[in-house]
């Protein structure tokens, strides 16, 4: 199996959603110094590049975590309302 199809496997299974906060707060900084509209296509190419380098459809991530965002009792829930707070707070 290769690397690609094993990160391809893990990203499909995933379910650690607070493990996602620390990374997402990083990325939204490290491009904070941009225009808004650079940051967020910025950010739109880097995760297509990601997706489609192990062979998945970004499309289907995406669905993948507007379903868990939506999954109110979900832990991951919390976490993805506060990322977008942090996120807004940027833009302000």
Request: aromatic share 8%.
């Amino acid at each position: 199996m290769s690397r690609a199809s094993s990160i391809h496997d893990a990203v499909s299974w995933f379910s650690e959603g607070p493990a996602l906060r620390q990374p997402v707060v990083a990325a939204i900084t490290a491009v904070q110094t941009q225009k808004p509209q650079v940051q967020i296509l910025g950010l739109a190419a880097a995760f297509c590049c990601l997706a489609e380098a192990i062979g998945k459809d970004p499309h289907d991530i995406v669905k993948m975590i507007n379903n868990a965002k939506d999954d109110i009792d979900s832990p991951f829930a919390t976490q993805y309302q506060a990322m977008r707070s942090y996120a807004q707070g940027e833009f302000l």
